[in-house]
Nanobody
Framework: QVQLVESGGGLVQAGGSLRLSCAAS????????MGWFRQAPGKEREFVAA???????YYKDSVKGRFAISRDSAKNTVHLQMNSLKPEDTAVYYC???????????????????WGQGTQVTVSS
């Protein structure tokens, strides 16, 4: 049984930092691309960042230079370091796992096979 468990969310002031983690089990972690998506109230789920099994990283334009995604294959964990947080970053953040061929984009949520339960990130102004 595949499980993705997110942690690290919380309440932070604008300009602050948070580090999200997603622990994966029940899958061959090294063969999956891992992604972070977020969903704000009344909005659709949107892509934030992803990392392929080979280590290539991708980011939503508005988080480039502020967020960094990484993976720890020894611990089957993916992290999202979020710096210089803004109120518009407030959302529930979801971790996803996908086996995506190199010719497909990692930002398409429909391609993800598994999802975590989400963790709330709230940035106050």
């Amino acid at each position: 049984q595949v499980q993705l468990v997110e942690s690290g969310g919380g309440l932070v002031q604008a300009g602050g930092s948070l580090r999200l983690s997603c622990a994966a089990s029940g899958l061959t972690f090294s063969t999956y691309a891992m992604g972070w998506f977020r969903q704000a109230p009344g909005k659709e789920r949107e892509f934030v960042a992803a990392i392929r099994s080979i280590g290539a990283t991708y980011y939503k334009d508005s988080v480039k230079g502020r967020f960094a995604i990484s993976r720890d294959s020894a611990k089957n964990t993916v992290h999202l370091q979020m710096n210089s947080l803004k109120p518009e970053d407030t959302a529930v953040y979801y971790c996803g796992a996908a086996r995506i061929p190199s010719y497909r984009v990692v930002s398409n949520a429909d391609l993800y096979d598994y999802w975590g339960q989400g963790t709330q990130v709230t940035v106050s102004s």
